[in-house]
C-alpha cells in the first residue's frame, strides 16, 4: 500500500477494470459490476484480482440471504479465508466474533469492508482469516462454515441471544 496517492488512485482503477473484464459473460454480470463500484479503493490495493472476481461472485451469490459466508484457503494451512457478506448495521462485528467462538473458531486477521448495493442498501464485506482455537489442523469444513452462517443468521435475527449461544461452549 505504498506510493502515492494519485499512484493509488491509478493502481486501484486499473485492478478495478481488470477484475471487471473477467465478469464478461458471466451470469449476473451486472451485479458483479456493482460490487466492483461499491467497493472502496483501499479493498482493490490489498488484493489480487483473482481474489477481488471470487469475492464479487460471492456477493452476487449471497442473493436474498441473510448471511452468506464464503470460504477459501488462508494465507497457511491451518488458517482459512471467511467471507461473510451480510446488510451493514451497529455490533455486526461483534455477533461474528461471537459466533466463531462458539463454533472454537480464532481470527488471525480482519478486513472490513462495507459497500452500497446497487439496491442502495449498504453491505459489509467481512474478510476473516481464521483457524480452529487452540488446534492446528485441517482446513475448517463446510458443515463447520454451515453452522457458522447460522448462529451469524440467528444473532443477527434475535432468534437466540449470546448468553445462550455462549452456552454450547465446553
Known amino acids: 500500500l505504498e506510493g502515492s496517492a494519485p499512484d493509488d488512485h491509478r493502481r486501484a482503477r ?3 477494470e481488470e477484475a471487471r473484464v473477467g465478469f464478461v459473460g458471466d451470469a449476473g454480470q451486472e451485479e ?6 461499491g467497493m472502496p479503493e483501499r479493498y482493490f490495493l490489498a488484493h489480487p484480482v ?3 472476481r471470487r469475492h464479487a ?3 452476487r451469490d449471497r442473493a436474498e440471504k441473510i448471511v452468506h459466508v464464503a470460504l477459501s484457503p488462508g494465507a497457511s494451512e491451518d488458517v482459512t479465508e471467511l467471507l461473510v457478506l451480510m446488510d451493514d448495521r451497529a455490533g455486526l462485528l461483534s455477533e461474528i466474533t461471537a459466533a466463531l467462538m462458539v ?30 482455537s487452540g488446534r492446528h489442523v485441517d482446513h475448517i469444513e463446510q458443515h463447520e462454515l454451515d ?24
Do not use: C, H, T, W
Open 14 to 16: 486499473e485492478l478495478r
Open 32 to 37: 458483479l459490476e456493482s460490487f466492483l463500484d
Open 50 to 52: 483473482d481474489v477481488i
Open 57 to 59: 461472485r460471492a456477493a
Open 103 to 132: 463454533n472454537r473458531l480464532e481470527i488471525n486477521a480482519a478486513q472490513v469492508y462495507a459497500r452500497e448495493r446497487s439496491d442502495g442498501g449498504l453491505e459489509a464485506v467481512d474478510l476473516l482469516q481464521v483457524r480452529r
Open 147 to 170: 453452522q457458522v452462517a447460522m448462529d451469524i443468521a440467528d444473532l443477527v435475527q434475535n432468534k437466540v441471544g449470546l448468553e445462550e449461544l455462549k452456552k454450547r461452549l465446553p
